[in-house]
C-alpha cells in the first residue's frame, strides 16, 4: 500500500491543475474579499466573463498523465506553490477558515489538546484556545447534535469522527435532524455543519475501523457527501463545505493522509457538487472516488501501455453527483466501469449506476461494470483484506473485457 | 404545611399510593397536604441549604438556596409574601388557560378531521410549561419533544400559527412541514419539536454552547439561557446521560426540565426505571437536581427562577424533575386504559389551572370576573386560530422541494450542466431531483 501512495504522488500533483475551478454565476461570490483569490479555467485564462456555460465547452487538456501543468494555471501563477501532505492540506483549509470566520468551531474526540487522531487540528488548541476547538467526551450521538444545536443558532461547528466508522453512533442526530431539520422547520433553521473523518479500508485495522459509510448515509435527504482523494481538492473541498450552508459530510481515508502534493499558494475553494476530471480519454469511463483513483491511475498506466484510453473521473461529490461531467464523458466514450471501494450492495456504485442508466441509458453500447468491495467485513489478514477492496489488475481485465 | 419545593419526593396522602415512589422515608407524609397548591405561607423554603461544590458530590439533596428566594420575594413584594404580583398572576394564568384551551380544541379537530398523524396533547402539564417559559426573554432558547405545542404558544408563537401548522396549511409556523411534533420557530427562538425521545437534549446543549460560546470566544454580551424539557421515558435514555455529562462539564447555561408525568405511553415510570428518582441523577453528574411539584405553577416558577438564573451566572445547569401529570392518553390515538382512575382523579383534583384561580381569588390578586374575562379572550383567540387555519391555503406543490437544502445548490448539477434548482420546474416542485 505504501509504494502505491507514494507512487501515485506524482499523479496526483498533476491532476490539480487540471481541475476546473468554478464559479457560481450570481449567487455566491467565492471570488472573495481577498484580493489574492482568483478563479482559473483550464486554458490559461483568467475568468473574465461569469458565463459559466460558454466555458462549460471550452476545450479541455488532452493529455492529464503527462509532465508539468504548463499551459494551465502556470501562466497566471505568480508564486511556485507550496508542498504538503493531505493532512495538512484540511489542516490549512480549515485554519484559513477559522481565521476568516470566527463562528467556526470544531469538535470532537480528541481534537484539541491531542491535536486530532490523524494531525489535523494539530497545533489548532494553542491558536484557538479549548472552546473553539472542543474536545468532546466519547458521546458521538451527543456531541453530533450539538453541533447541529449549535449550529441552528449561529455557530458553524466542524464535527470530527475520530474513525468515519464511529459516526453510526451519531445516526440518529445525522439522519433526523443533520438532514432534516431545515426541512421541517420550513426553512427557519439552517445546519451549516461539517461532519468529517477518516474512513474507508487501511492496513489492517479490523473490520469495524474499516467501514464505507457513504452507503448508509446517502439516502438521507437534506445532506451532501463528498469525498476528498488529492492534497489540492482535500483544502478546496474543506473550505467549500463550511461556507456552505447545507450539512456536508467530508470522507476522508485513511490512507491518503500522507499524500504529497504542490498546491498554489492563493486562496481557492471548490465547488461541492462537481466532479473532476483526472484523465481525459476516449475509450471509456472509468468513475472512481477516494482511494480507489490511485488503483485506477495505477491501472490507468498499465491500459495505456496496452494501447488503451481510459478517461479517469474522480467523482468527488458522492451526493448529489455531478451528472453533468458524467454524462458528457459517457457520452463520448459509451462505456461505463465504476471503481469504488463502498460495499457491492447498497453502495454509492450501486446509486450511479441506477443514476447513469436512468439518464444516459441511450449512449451506452455495454451494460455498466460495478467495481466495488466484497460485501465481507473487512478481514484482519492482511492477504484476505487485499482480496476485499479492489485491485489494479482487476480494474485492468473489467476494462479489457468491456472494450473487446 | 410543607408542601414545599424540597428537593424530597411529595407522596400522595396513604390512600392512594399505587404509582408512586417506593421511597421508604415516611417523614413527608406527615407534612403533606391534600391540596398540595401553596399558600401565602413562609414555610414554602424550609431548607437552608445552599448550593455549593462540595454538596454536589454528596449523596443527600440539594435544595434551593431559600436566602436567594427570599430576598427576591421581599424585593418584588414588599407589602406581602406574596409569590407573584397581580400583573405576574394573570400573565400565568392567561398562559395556561390558552393551553388548556388550546389543546381541547385540538382534540375536537383532531376528530373532525381536520388534523391527522400523531397528536400529543399537553393537557395537566401546564403548570410547567408556563412556570419555566415565562420566565424567560425573547432570545432565550426552549427545545421541547412531540408534546410541544404548549411549550411553542407560552414562548410566544401565535397561536393562528400553531393551529395552521397543525392543519397542515402554509400559514402555520413551519409552513406545514413540520406537523404536530415540529414546532420551530427563529422568531421566537423555539429549536424544536422532536419525534424521537431524547433528540432534542443534545439540541439544547448545542444551543447553550453557542451561549457560552458567544460569551467567551466572540466575546459578545450573551447570557441566553437553553431550556429542554422531556419526559420520564427519556430519562432512560443515553443522550440524557451523555448530555448532562457534557452540560455539567463546561458548565453550559441550560437547564434540564423533566416531565414526569410517570407514564411513556403504556410504560409506567416505575417499571422501566432502576431508581425511579429523577433529580438524583443531577447530582451523580455535578450538577443540582431539584424535585418540584409539577402541579403548582407558582413552586415552579420559583424554582425555574433560581435555576435560570444559575445558568445566566454562568454556574452551568441545574435538573428539575417536575412530578406533573396528563390528563389525556398519550396521544389522541391512545385509549388510555392502562391507568388507574383514581390516579387520574387524584391529579384531577391538582388541576394547577384551578389551583392558581384558587390563589388568586383567595389572595385578592384578581376578580372572578378579570378571570372569566381572560378565560372569554382566550376562548376568542383559539377561535379565531382555528378560524383562520381554516382558511389558510394548503402548500402548493411548488413548496415542494424548497427548503431541503439551504442551498439549493445542493441537488446539483443535472444532465445539461445546469444545477437542478436553476430547473424552472423546480420552483413546480415537478423537477426531477
Known amino acids: 500500500m505504501a509504494a502505491v501512495t507514494r507512487g501515485l504522488g506524482a499523479t496526483a500533483a498533476l491532476s490539480s491543475a487540471n481541475s476546473k475551478?468554478?464559479?457560481?454565476?450570481?449567487?455566491?461570490?467565492?471570488?472573495?474579499?481577498?484580493?489574492?483569490?482568483?478563479?482559473?479555467?483550464?486554458?490559461?485564462?483568467?475568468?473574465?466573463?461569469?458565463?459559466?456555460?460558454?466555458?462549460?465547452?471550452?476545450?479541455?487538456?488532452?493529455?492529464?498523465?503527462?509532465?508539468?501543468?504548463?499551459?494551465?494555471?502556470?501562466?497566471?501563477?505568480?508564486?511556485?506553490?507550496h508542498e504538503l501532505l493531505l493532512f495538512e492540506a484540511l489542516r490549512e483549509g480549515l485554519e484559513e477558515e477559522m481565521d476568516r470566520d470566527p463562528h467556526v468551531c470544531v469538535m470532537g474526540e480528541d481534537v484539541g489538546h491531542y491535536g486530532g487522531s490523524y494531525k489535523v487540528t494539530k497545533?489548532?488548541?494553542?491558536?484557538?484556545?479549548?472552546?473553539?476547538?472542543?474536545?468532546?467526551?466519547?458521546?458521538?450521538?451527543?456531541?453530533?447534535?450539538?453541533?447541529?444545536?449549535?449550529?441552528m443558532t449561529g455557530l458553524r461547528p466542524v464535527v470530527e469522527g475520530m474513525n468515519m466508522g464511529f459516526l453510526l453512533l451519531a445516526f440518529n442526530q445525522?439522519?433526523?435532524?443533520?438532514?432534516?431539520?431545515?426541512?421541517?422547520?420550513?426553512?427557519?433553521?439552517?445546519?451549516?455543519?461539517?461532519?468529517?473523518?477518516?474512513?474507508?479500508?487501511?492496513?489492517?485495522?479490523?473490520?469495524?475501523?474499516?467501514?464505507?459509510?457513504?452507503s448508509y448515509f446517502q439516502s438521507i435527504p437534506g445532506i451532501q457527501m463528498v469525498a476528498c482523494s488529492t492534497p489540492y481538492n482535500a483544502k478546496g473541498l474543506m473550505k467549500a463545505a463550511i461556507r456552505s450552508d447545507n450539512p456536508v459530510i467530508l470522507f476522508e481515508h485513511v490512507l491518503l493522509y500522507n499524500l504529497k502534493e504542490r498546491i498554489p499558494d492563493e486562496e481557492y475553494v471548490l465547488n461541492l457538487e462537481e466532479a473532476e476530471m483526472v484523465r481525459p480519454g476516449e475509450h471509456v469511463t472509468i468513475l472512481t472516488y477516494s482511494r480507489m483513483r490511485y488503483h485506477v491511475m495505477q491501472a490507468a498506466k498499465t491500459l495505456v501501455n496496452k494501447g488503451y484510453d481510459p478517461e479517469v473521473i474522480d467523482i468527488r461529490s458522492l451526493k448529489p453527483f455531478d451528472l453533468y461531467t458524467i454524462g458528457n464523458s459517457v457520452k463520448k466514450t459509451h462505456r461505463v466501469i465504476i471503481v469504488e471501494e463502498c460495499m457491492r450492495t447498497g453502495g454509492i456504485g450501486a446509486s450511479l449506476t441506477a443514476s447513469i442508466n436512468e439518464n444516459f441509458h441511450d449512449y451506452l453500447d455495454a451494460p455498466i461494470v460495478c467495481l466495488s468491495s466484497q460485501d465481507v467485513p473487512t478481514p484482519y489478514a492482511a492477504s484476505l483484506e487485499e482480496w476485499t477492496v479492489v485491485q489494479p489488475a482487476q480494474i485492468v481485465a473489467a476494462v479489457e473485457q468491456l472494450c473487446q | 404545611m410543607a408542601c414545599s419545593a424540597t428537593a424530597k419526593i411529595i407522596q400522595p396522602p396513604m390512600s392512594i399510593n399505587s404509582t408512586r415512589s417506593p421511597d421508604k422515608s415516611d417523614n413527608c407524609t406527615k407534612l403533606l397536604c391534600p391540596s398540595s397548591f401553596l399558600g401565602?405561607?413562609?414555610?414554602?423554603?424550609?431548607?437552608?441549604?445552599?448550593?455549593?461544590?462540595?454538596?454536589?458530590?454528596?449523596?443527600?439533596?440539594?435544595?434551593?438556596?431559600?436566602?436567594?428566594?427570599?430576598?427576591?420575594?421581599?424585593?418584588?413584594?414588599?407589602?406581602?409574601?406574596?409569590?407573584?404580583?397581580?400583573?405576574e398572576g394573570l400573565e400565568l394564568y392567561e398562559d395556561m388557560v390558552l393551553g388548556r384551551s388550546f389543546e381541547d380544541m385540538c382534540a375536537q379537530m383532531y376528530y373532525r378531521g381536520k388534523m391527522f398523524g400523531f397528536v400529543h396533547l399537553y393537557n395537566g402539564q401546564e403548570a410547567v410549561s408556563t412556570g419555566f417559559i415565562k420566565l424567560l426573554g425573547n432570545r432565550?432558547?426552549?427545545?421541547?419533544?412531540?408534546?410541544?405545542?404548549?411549550?411553542a404558544l407560552s414562548k410566544g408563537v401565535p397561536a393562528?400559527?400553531?393551529?395552521?401548522?397543525?392543519?397542515?396549511?402554509?400559514?402555520?409556523?413551519?409552513?406545514?412541514?413540520?406537523?404536530?411534533?415540529?414546532?420551530?420557530?427563529?422568531?421566537?427562538?423555539?429549536?424544536?419539536?422532536?419525534?424521537?425521545?431524547?433528540?432534542?437534549?443534545?439540541?439544547?446543549?448545542?444551543?447553550?454552547?453557542?451561549?457560552?460560546?458567544?460569551?467567551?470566544?466572540?466575546?459578545?454580551?450573551?447570557?441566553?439561557?437553553?431550556?429542554?424539557?422531556?419526559?420520564?421515558?427519556?430519562?432512560?435514555?443515553?443522550?440524557?446521560?451523555?448530555?448532562l455529562n457534557m452540560a455539567a462539564?463546561?458548565?453550559?447555561?441550560?437547564?434540564?426540565?423533566?416531565?414526569?408525568?410517570?407514564?411513556?405511553?403504556?410504560?409506567?415510570?416505575?417499571r422501566a426505571t432502576s431508581d425511579p428518582q429523577i433529580w438524583k441523577k443531577g447530582p451523580a453528574f455535578g450538577m443540582?437536581?431539584?424535585?418540584?411539584?409539577?402541579?403548582?405553577?407558582?413552586?415552579?416558577?420559583?424554582?425555574?427562577?433560581?435555576?435560570?438564573?444559575?445558568?445566566?451566572r454562568g454556574e452551568g445547569p441545574t435538573l428539575v424533575e417536575c412530578e406533573t401529570y396528563r390528563f389525556r392518553g398519550h396521544s389522541l390515538a391512545d385509549p388510555d386504559e392502562l391507568r388507574d382512575p383514581s390516579e387520574k382523579a387524584h391529579y384531577a383534583t391538582r388541576d394547577p389551572i384551578t389551583a392558581l384561580k384558587k390563589y388568586l381569588l383567595e389572595n385578592n390578586l384578581a376578580s372572578e370576573s378579570e378571570l372569566i374575562a381572560i378565560e372569554k379572550k382566550i376562548e376568542e383567540v383559539v377561535e379565531d386560530a382555528v378560524e383562520f387555519a381554516d382558511e389558510s391555503p394548503v402548500p402548493a406543490r411548488s413548496q415542494l422541494l424548497e427548503n431541503v437544502f439551504a442551498d439549493p445548490r445542493g441537488f446539483g448539477i443535472g444532465p445539461d450542466g445546469k444545477y437542478r434548482c436553476e430547473d424552472p420546474k423546480f420552483t413546480e416542485g415537478t423537477a426531477q431531483v
Not at chain 1, 431545515?182 to 474499516?210: D, N
Not at chain 2, 462539564?249 to 409506567?268: D, Q, R, T
Not at chain 2, 418540584?292 to 433560581?306: F, S, T, W, Y
Open chain 1, 174 to 214: 445525522i439522519s433526523n435532524n443533520c438532514g432534516m431539520l431545515h426541512y421541517t422547520s420550513g426553512g427557519q433553521f439552517k445546519i451549516p455543519v461539517v461532519i468529517r473523518g477518516p474512513g474507508g479500508v487501511g492496513r489492517q485495522l479490523g473490520a469495524e475501523h474499516s467501514q464505507r459509510l457513504e
Open chain 2, 249 to 270: 462539564l463546561w458548565k453550559l447555561p441550560i437547564v434540564f426540565v423533566v416531565e414526569n408525568n410517570l407514564w411513556a405511553i403504556g410504560m409506567s415510570h416505575l
Open chain 2, 160 to 243: 393562528r400559527a400553531v393551529m395552521s401548522e397543525l392543519f397542515g396549511k402554509t400559514t402555520g409556523c413551519c409552513r406545514g412541514q413540520g406537523g404536530s411534533m415540529h414546532m420551530f420557530s427563529k422568531e421566537h427562538n423555539v429549536l424544536g419539536g422532536f419525534a424521537f425521545i431524547g433528540e432534542g437534549i443534545p439540541v439544547a446543549t448545542g444551543a447553550a454552547f453557542t451561549s457560552k460560546y458567544r460569551r467567551e470566544v466572540l466575546k459578545e454580551d450573551c447570557d441566553d439561557v437553553t431550556l429542554a424539557f422531556f419526559g420520564d421515558g427519556t430519562c432512560n435514555n443515553g443522550q440524557f446521560f451523555e448530555c
Open chain 2, 288 to 312: 443540582p437536581g431539584v424535585h418540584v411539584d409539577g402541579m403548582d405553577v407558582l413552586k415552579v416558577r420559583e424554582i425555574a427562577k433560581e435555576a435560570i438564573t444559575r445558568a445566566r
Open chain 1, 21 to 81: 475551478k468554478f464559479q457560481f454565476t450570481t449567487r455566491r461570490s467565492l471570488s472573495g474579499r481577498k484580493g489574492s483569490f482568483f478563479a482559473v479555467e483550464s486554458n490559461g485564462n483568467p475568468r473574465s466573463s461569469l458565463n459559466r456555460h460558454n466555458n462549460r465547452t471550452r476545450q479541455l487538456v488532452t493529455n492529464a498523465v503527462a509532465t508539468k501543468p504548463d499551459s494551465a494555471a502556470a501562466s497566471t501563477v505568480s508564486k511556485p506553490g
Open chain 2, 40 to 87: 401565602p405561607n413562609k414555610k414554602l423554603f424550609s431548607i437552608n441549604k445552599t448550593i455549593s461544590p462540595l454538596s454536589r458530590r454528596s449523596a443527600t439533596v440539594v435544595a434551593v438556596s431559600s436566602d436567594v428566594v427570599k430576598k427576591k420575594k421581599v424585593e418584588s413584594n414588599p407589602v406581602s409574601n406574596l409569590l407573584v404580583t397581580k400583573e
Open chain 2, 140 to 151: 432565550d432558547c426552549v427545545v421541547s419533544t412531540y408534546r410541544d405545542h404548549v411549550h
Open chain 1, 123 to 151: 497545533g489548532f488548541a494553542d491558536k484557538y484556545g479549548d472552546l473553539r476547538v472542543l474536545d468532546t467526551p466519547i458521546a458521538e450521538n451527543s456531541f453530533t447534535g450539538m453541533a447541529i444545536g449549535a449550529a
